[in-house]
C-alpha cells in the first residue's frame, strides 16, 4: 500500500538557519503530496500542498517540490524562527483514496 | 466560516466504560474522517463518512465505530474502553469528497484509566 517516510527527528536549528525535513512516498498512480503543521495543544493545519510532478507548494516562507522522478517531497525554509517549532507531517492522498501520514518530525528552534 | 469543532475538548474514562466523540465540520463540508494520534504509533486513520455513508475504514477492531447525520455531523463511539485508546482523536472534514485537503479539528483527548 500507499506509505511515507518522513525524518523522525527531533530537529533542533537556531533562529535563522536553514531548515529541510525530508519526505519521501511509495504511491501506485500520482497522488497529491501535502505537509500540514501541528503547533502545541492543537489540531493539524495545512501548510502546503502540490498535486501534480513539479509543482511547487508555499506558504508562510516554507516551500516543497512535488519530485516524481525522485518520488520526494522535502520541505525547506531559508531561515526559521522560534514561532516555527511544532511538529511537521508529510502526506499522500491518492484520488478517491485516504490520506496516508508519515510519522511527523518534531521541530525545535531555539532563539 | 467556523473551523471543525470537536466536543469534548478532554475526558477522563475507566477501564470496560464507553464514550461518544462529537465533531461538526466546516459548513458546506460533507466528508468527516477521523483519526487516533498516539506518541508510538503517530496518525492512524479510522474511518470516513461521505453524505452519511461510511466510504473508508482503517484497521480498527468493532469497538470503534462511528456515524454521519444528515447535516454532516459525527459522532465516534469506542466501547469497553482498554488503556491504549487513551489517545488524541482528530476529526477533519473536507469539501471536495474524493481528493480534497483535510480541515482539521483541535481533537478531543481521551485519558483511560
Known amino acids: 500500500g500507499d506509505s511515507v517516510t518522513q525524518m523522525e527527528g527531533p530537529v533542533t536549528l537556531s533562529e535563522e538557519a536553514f531548515l529541510t525535513i525530508n519526505c519521501t512516498y511509495t504511491?501506485?498512480?500520482?497522488?497529491?503530496l501535502f505537509w500540514y503543521v501541528q503547533y502545541p495543544g492543537e489540531g493539524l493545519q495545512l501548510l502546503l500542498k502540490?498535486?501534480?510532478?513539479?509543482d511547487k507548494g508555499s506558504n508562510k516562507g516554507f516551500e516543497a517540490t512535488y519530485r516524481k522522478e525522485t518520488t520526494s517531497f522535502h520541505l525547506e525554509k531559508g531561515s526559521v524562527q522560534v514561532s516555527d517549532s511544532a511538529v511537521y507531517f508529510c502526506?499522500?492522498?491518492?484520488?478517491?483514496?485516504?490520506?496516508?501520514f508519515g510519522p511527523g518530525t518534531r521541530l525545535s528552534v531555539l532563539p | 466560516k467556523a473551523g471543525v469543532t470537536q466536543t469534548p475538548r478532554y475526558l477522563i474514562k475507566t477501564r470496560g466504560q464507553q464514550v461518544t466523540l462529537s465533531c461538526s465540520p466546516i459548513s458546506g463540508h460533507r466528508s468527516v474522517s477521523w483519526y487516533q494520534q498516539t506518541p508510538g504509533q503517530g496518525l492512524q486513520f479510522l474511518f470516513e463518512?461521505?453524505?452519511?455513508?461510511?466510504?473508508n475504514k482503517g484497521n480498527f477492531p468493532g469497538r470503534f465505530s462511528g456515524r454521519q447525520f444528515s447535516n454532516s455531523r459525527s459522532e465516534m463511539n469506542v466501547s469497553t474502553l482498554e488503556l491504549g485508546d487513551s489517545a488524541l482523536y482528530l476529526c477533519?472534514?473536507?469539501?471536495?469528497?474524493?481528493?480534497?485537503?483535510?480541515?482539521f479539528g483541535e481533537g478531543s483527548r481521551l485519558t483511560v484509566l
Open positions: 504511491a501506485t498512480g500520482y497522488p497529491s
Open positions: 502540490a498535486t501534480k510532478a513539479d
Open positions: 463518512y461521505f453524505s452519511e455513508t461510511q466510504r
Open positions: 477533519a472534514s473536507s469539501d471536495q469528497g474524493a481528493n480534497g485537503e483535510l480541515f
Open positions: 502526506a499522500l492522498r491518492g484520488y478517491g483514496q485516504n490520506f496516508v
